[in-house]
């Protein structure tokens, strides 16, 4: 016990003075030596008319890339739905009517929260997609709180009512489209004769809600993908594990 | 430099870090990694990049914790089946 220590202490120290010998060569916070971030910075409102210089990198510069992480999700999503879909199939003769559905919360105060919540995720969610071009956030970050709303709406009511609010054949549809939309608001720039994911819409006004072309689209379709993925992974653990709780 | 705000993050976020890995019960280790992605975010913010921050929400400390929590639920669920199972 007494070495260990004796061991971890030397241990210790030696990664201490290390570290401490690398941090202090480090450039000062907020420090940057690239050329790309000052050339983006410098030009992409000009170029895209759009303020958000984030989003004009994920969405125009480097659309591909977002192309690639929207189909990780979709595949993500994929994959959760065949493994578990494999195993309702196995067990579902079995105990079918021993499960019922979770009741409702009794609470008021709980219900008033839902009441209060809902409305505001998804306005948010909407204004966070729908403006990715021009303030922080974009299609992922307000997929995610669009999709927040159901599991508010489960959490406050039941099951049937998650599952009505967002039937199956809705977020699968509604996944398809978005990540299908993507690709095809890709091959407009083809279509226009340019290269494929070309800004090739008017830009409008800087700063504007309606501006800067294909990024406002894009931005749409990831948003729709997302929300629609995350509900859709949420209904089935909802479908698979929470119901059959009494 | 760094502003006396940013440090007391970082060492907030260093010790909800470290609470995560000493935390063993699962579900515990759930809040408690949902927290120390609130922190992460907040840091991102002060660091002036909002964007990061967002999705750090989005994802650290909504998404993940709440797929932990469904996990969980079914694990759990099959354990009761089969100890159900075992008893009959």
């Given at each position: 016990m007494r070495l260990r220590l004796v061991l971890f202490a030397a241990g210790a120290l030696g990664l201490g003075a290390a570290y401490f010998a690398a941090a202090r060569g480090l450039p000062p916070v907020g420090g940057y030596s690239g050329a790309y971030g000052e050339v983006l910075n410098a030009v992409s409102v000009g170029e895209r008319h759009a303020t958000d210089v984030v989003s004009a990198v994920n969405f125009?510069?480097?659309g591909l890339d977002t192309l690639g992480e929207e189909f990780i999700l979709f595949a993500s999503v994929l994959g959760v739905a065949t493994i578990l879909r494999k195993q309702q199939g196995d067990e579902e003769d079995r105990d079918e009517p021993a499960w019922q559905a979770r009741q409702a919360p009794d609470s008021d105060a709980v219900r008033v929260l839902g009441v209060w919540l809902v409305p505001l995720t998804v306005s948010f969610g909407l204004y966070m997609i729908s403006h990715g071009a021009v303030s922080p956030g974009g299609g992922f970050q307000g997929g995610v709180v669009l999709a927040t709303a159901p599991l508010v709406i489960y959490l406050c009511a039941t099951a049937k009512t998650f599952l009505r609010i967002a039937p199956p054949w809705l977020t699968k549809a509604a996944e398809a489209i978005g990540a299908g939309g993507y690709v095809v608001i890709g091959c407009l720039g083809v279509l226009a004769g340019?290269?494929?994911?070309?800004?090739?819409?008017p830009l409008g006004t800087p700063g504007a809600a309606w501006s800067s072309g294909t990024i406002l689209f894009l931005n749409l379709t990831v948003g729709i993908a997302v929300a629609a993925g995350f509900v859709e992974l949420l209904a089935i653990f909802i479908e698979e594990v929470l119901r059959r709780e009494t | 430099m760094i502003g006396a705000l940013q440090f007391l993050l970082f060492i907030l976020l260093a010790l909800a870090g470290m609470q995560v890995v000493r935390t063993r019960e699962p579900l515990a280790q759930s809040i408690a990694v949902s927290f120390y992605g609130l922190v992460l975010s907040l840091l991102f913010f002060l660091h002036q990049a909002p964007d990061v921050a967002l999705s750090q929400i989005a994802v650290g400390a909504v998404a993940l914790p709440l797929m932990i929590l469904l996990a969980l639920a079914k694990i759990r669920r099959a354990r009761q089946e089969r100890e159900a199972e075992q008893n009959r």
């Open positions: 125009d510069y480097r340019k290269q494929f994911l070309e800004n090739v819409l | -």
